[in-house]
């Protein structure tokens, strides 16, 4: 079976880093994208950023040139780079994985907080 475990979230000001990490447990093949999404407090669950089988990203508009979508393929993580970060980054982000062997995969969710 298997399973996404996201970490490093926590509480950062106005301006700071993070640096979210997804790790994948199990074995999984074939995989087709791996996302990061965030939900606010009170609010649906939105994309975040995303990269694909061979390594092109995407991001939403609102984090564009702010975070940084990466993988590590042989550990098989998945990071989020989060700089310049401001109140309205503020949710709980989850990570996704789509593969051909285990479909879609979400993890439980790590949560940031950017506040002074």
């Known amino acids: 079976q298997v399973q996404l475990v996201e970490s490093g979230g926590g509480l950062v000001q106005p301006g700071g880093s993070l640096r979210l990490s997804c790790a994948v447990s199990?074995?999984?093949?074939?995989?087709?994208?791996m996302a990061w999404y965030r939900q606010a407090p009170g609010k649906e669950r939105d994309f975040v950023a995303s990269?694909?089988?061979?390594?092109?990203?995407n991001y939403a508009d609102s984090v564009k040139g702010r975070f940084t979508i990466s993988r590590d393929t042989a550990q098989e993580k998945l990071y989020l780079q989060m700089n310049s970060l401001k109140p309205e980054d503020t949710a709980v982000y989850y990570c996704?994985?789509?593969?051909?062997?285990?479909?879609?995969?979400w993890g439980q969710g790590t949560l940031v907080t950017v506040s002074s």
């Open positions: 996704k994985v789509v593969s051909g062997t285990a479909g879609e995969v």
């Open positions: 199990g074995t999984i093949f074939n995989v087709y994208s």
């Open positions: 990269i694909l089988r061979f390594g092109s990203t």
